[in-house]
């Protein structure tokens, strides 16, 4: 059973960082993509950033210049760096990953419970 944990969130003042991470953990044959996505009351899930196996990098207009997503493929985690927080930064942010349980596929997406994240004074 693969599970994905994320950790790092709490309250932080307008202006403020924090650092989220995420590892994913199980029987795990290989990750696409790993992403970070956020909800907040009454919206939609979104997506925050995503970054694939080779690196590359998506990021929402809104955090563009301010969060950054790394990996460590060998420890199965992604970061989600965020700088400059706003109050509108405020939600439950969950970690998504495009991964492969078996050597035969179909890749498989997983999702972490998420962890909140409150921007305020």
């Known amino acids: 059973q693969v599970q994905l944990v994320e950790s790092g969130g709490g309250l932080v003042q307008p202006g403020g960082s924090l650092r989220l991470s995420c590892a994913a953990s199980?029987?795990?044959?290989?990750?696409?993509?790993m992403g970070w996505y956020r909800q907040a009351p009454g919206k939609q899930r979104e997506l925050v950033a995503a970054i694939t196996s080779g690196g590359s990098t998506n990021y929402a207009d809104s955090v563009k210049g301010r969060f950054t997503i790394t990996r460590d493929n060998a420890k199965n985690t992604v970061y989600l760096q965020m700088n400059s927080l706003k109050p509108e930064d405020t939600a439950g942010y969950y970690c998504?990953?495009?991964?492969?349980?078996?050597?035969?596929?179909?890749?498989?997406?997983?999702w972490g419970r998420g962890t909140q994240v409150t921007v305020s004074s």
């Open positions: 199980g029987f795990i044959f290989s990750i696409n993509t």
């Open positions: 998504n990953a495009d991964l492969y349980d078996t050597a035969w596929g179909p890749a498989k997406y997983y």
